[in-house]
């Protein structure tokens, strides 16, 4: 039981891996996602590469993703995020607005 003067345990931070190329739109989510009490964006990739080599050695508890990098597919990096680290939770963000686009990403 605890005693009535101690505070209570902090929760832990979400740890997110941030993967987007456009500098404005990364730096706004970084921003919000920041301001929230329990979320930590541990690190900020703007290309296929450098996220697959940061989940080599590092693993965050949330994946955000955009699928349109200039080296290559998101869908790539969500790809080697489940496969090193499965407990990971993906999440896309992304400006294609069509469904055609979309399907063409996913056969890479």
């Known amino acids: 039981m605890r005693s009535q003067n101690q505070s209570p345990a902090p929760e832990a931070d979400i740890r997110v891996l941030l993967v987007e190329d456009d500098p404005a739109t990364s730096a706004r989510l970084q921003s919000a996602l920041g301001s929230l009490p329990g979320i930590q964006v541990v690190a900020a990739c703007a290309q296929r590469a450098s996220a697959c080599e940061w989940l080599d050695t590092q693993e ?23 496969r090193l680290h499965p407990r990971c939770d993906c999440m896309v963000i992304t400006m294609f607005g069509d469904e055609a686009r979309w399907s063409a990403s996913r056969r890479r």
């Open 60 to 82: 965050p508890d949330v994946l955000l993703c955009d699928l349109g990098l200039p080296d290559g597919s998101g869908i790539d990096v969500i790809h080697h995020a489940r």
